[in-house]
Nanobody, 130 residues
Framework: QVQLQESGPGLVQPSQTLSLTCTVS??????????WNWIRQPPGKGLEWIGY???????????SLSPSLKSRTSISRDTSKNQFTLQLSSVTPEDTAEYYC??????????????????WGQGTQVTVSS
């Protein structure tokens, strides 16, 4: 059973860089069966897939991200800690959301349906405010 746990600051000031970490247990992030995703849900809105990182370190970002958001987003990993990270630079209040890490496995990797994400972290609330 893959388990994921998000961690990071609950409050970030505008224009700063948000950094969130997802710690994985039950599987190695270098296992080629899985991808490792970041998803967010702004208040009162639906889920938004941000992107994923693969076992190889390659990344893929959602084509639905606005150009502004895409240019500020980076997903990376630390294989020694079995963690992957989301960095979002120059945050604004519009980046306030519940942030989740999640994984897809096998044939479901790359699927755009929410049911294809087999394991989720519990989520972490991030508020961007001065």
């Amino acid at each position: 059973q893959v388990q994921l746990q998000e961690s990071g600051p609950g409050l970030v000031q505008p224009s700063q860089t948000l950094s969130l970490t997802c710690t994985v247990s039950g599987a190695s992030i270098t296992n080629n069966y899985y991808n490792w995703n970041w998803i967010r849900q702004p208040p009162g809105k639906g889920l938004e897939w941000i992107g994923y990182i693969l076992y190889s370190g390659a990344t893929n970002y959602s084509p639905s991200l606005s150009p502004s958001l895409k240019s500020r987003t980076s997903i990376s990993r630390d294989t020694s800690k079995n963690q992957f990270t989301l960095q979002l630079s120059s945050v604004t209040p519009e980046d306030t959301a519940e942030y989740y890490c999640a994984t897809q496995g096998g044939a479901l990797v790359g699927s755009t349906t929410w049911t294809a994400f087999g394991s989720w972290g519990q989520g972490t609330q991030v508020t961007v405010s001065s």
